[in-house]
């Protein structure tokens, strides 16, 4: 779902990094450190996402059109495997981001009584911003 999102708009990934570094839910469905759980392994999970999208360009690089059509089915795949991650904790993606928004002084508290998890967090979010570079690269060099 969300990776539609990154993958569309490089900014909006940046603005979401940022978001989620400092909203929690208030729906008493999660807590600090599990909201943090959940933002390490979406992110761990973005990570992996885009990483099979750039073997997909590299693979079929001179095919345009076969790049779209297995694009969209993993599309459909990482939005299902995303919503799956998120019931797992009990909430929905719009909860999480929500969550955030209300609580951000809570989990900047977390993070500095854990400053190991919010590095964790933050080096995750490197990496994806990285690979997402990757992937638009490979991307406009298709042909």
Excluded: W
């Amino acid at each position: 779902m969300f990776i539609n999102k990154i993958i569309a708009n490089k900014y909006f990934l940046i603005v979401f990094s940022i978001l989620i570094s400092t909203c929690t839910v208030s729906s008493g469905k999660i807590t600090v450190p599990s909201y943090c759980e959940l933002t390490e392994k979406v992110i761990q999970q973005h990570c992996a996402n885009i990483k099979e999208l750039i073997q997909i360009v590299k693979q079929y690089q001179y095919d345009n059109n076969k790049i779209q059509i297995i694009e969209s089915s993993k599309q459909r795949e990482f939005a299902h495997s995303e919503k799956t991650l998120f019931s797992s904790f009990g909430i929905t993606p719009k909860e999480y981001v929500l969550y955030m928004a209300e609580n951000s002084m809570s989990v900047q508290a977390f993070f500095k009584k854990n400053p190991d998890i919010k590095k964790k967090i933050d080096e995750l979010s490197a990496e994806r911003n990285m690979l997402l570079e990757e992937y638009e690269n490979l991307k406009a060099q298709v042909q």
